[in-house]
């Protein structure tokens, strides 16, 4: 089974533009994203791909892999896929380019259930961990995820889910981490199938794999993910360095 990284990176970022190219203790945070992913040594290849000419030199000159899309491009899905399409692949892992901080066993725990998977039932494998604080729970820049019984995602929002009626009955909040492996083709018919109503309104695609019957296998992990989403991150994070 041959399995890759793939990092979306994007340059033109919403929320925090060019944060991927920020200095971070005298590397630039999509460098030291890649760097981390191939550390974990959990990966047959690390490739970062991106619209961004300064992203894919900045990736090359420090010996590194990098693909640039040819296409625009909604989701980081979209942009792996077109990137993998013509790969000798089996499972490929989408590491968000701004996490720098990657932890190997969360993914070590993710790439096991494909290991295990012999009936082919997954389609996608992501991270999740418990969270407790109210502010945590209610800040829409988290998304949360319910999941069945056997661990397979019900559905992903920015919203507060399950909505806490019953203060005492018992819910977990669940955070999604925003890493995914996905089965190369699952990730293939994501690329083919259209955007619905569900994805445009919470910005999260994931969702386009639940309303079009794919499986998401949630892993539940304690190790929470550390992502460079603001400038008040980026200083977190230097101190963390």
């Not at 033109?12 to 460098?31: E, H, N």
């Not at 981390?36 to 900045?58: G, K």
């Not at 899309?69 to 077109?82: F, L, T, Y």
């Amino acid at each position: 089974m041959k399995i890759i990284a793939v990092i979306p990176a994007r340059y033109a970022s919403t929320r925090f533009p060019a944060k991927l190219m920020q200095d971070l203790g005298g590397k630039t945070v999509i460098q030291r994203t890649y760097e981390a992913a191939v550390n974990t040594r959990l990966f047959d290849d690390v490739f970062v791909v991106t619209d961004s000419i300064l992203i894919y030199d900045e990736i090359i000159n420090n010996g590194g892999k990098a693909i640039m899309s040819v296409k625009e491009h909604e989701s980081g899905s979209d942009r792996i896929a077109e990137a993998v399409e013509n790969l000798d692949v089996d499972i490929v892992v989408n590491v968000q380019g701004d996490e720098p901080f990657i932890n190997k066993e969360p993914l070590a725990k993710v790439l096991h259930v494909f290991r295990n998977d012999f009936d082919q039932k997954v389609d996608l494998a992501s991270l999740m961990f418990q969270i407790t604080d109210t502010d945590e729970i209610e800040n829409p820049n988290n998304v949360k995820v319910v999941t069945d019984q056997n661990g397979f995602a019900l559905y992903f929002s920015r919203s507060v889910i399950p909505y806490p009626r019953d203060a005492n009955a018992g819910v977990r909040y669940m955070k999604h981490i925003g890493i995914y492996a996905f089965r190369k083709q699952a990730l293939l018919d994501f690329y083919r199938l259209p955007m619905k109503s569900l994805e445009a309104s919470e910005k999260l695609e994931q969702l386009r794999y639940l309303e079009f019957g794919k499986r998401i296998k949630m892993v539940e992990t304690n190790q929470g993910s550390i992502g460079i989403d603001t400038p008040e991150d980026l200083e977190k994070a230097r101190k963390m360095i």
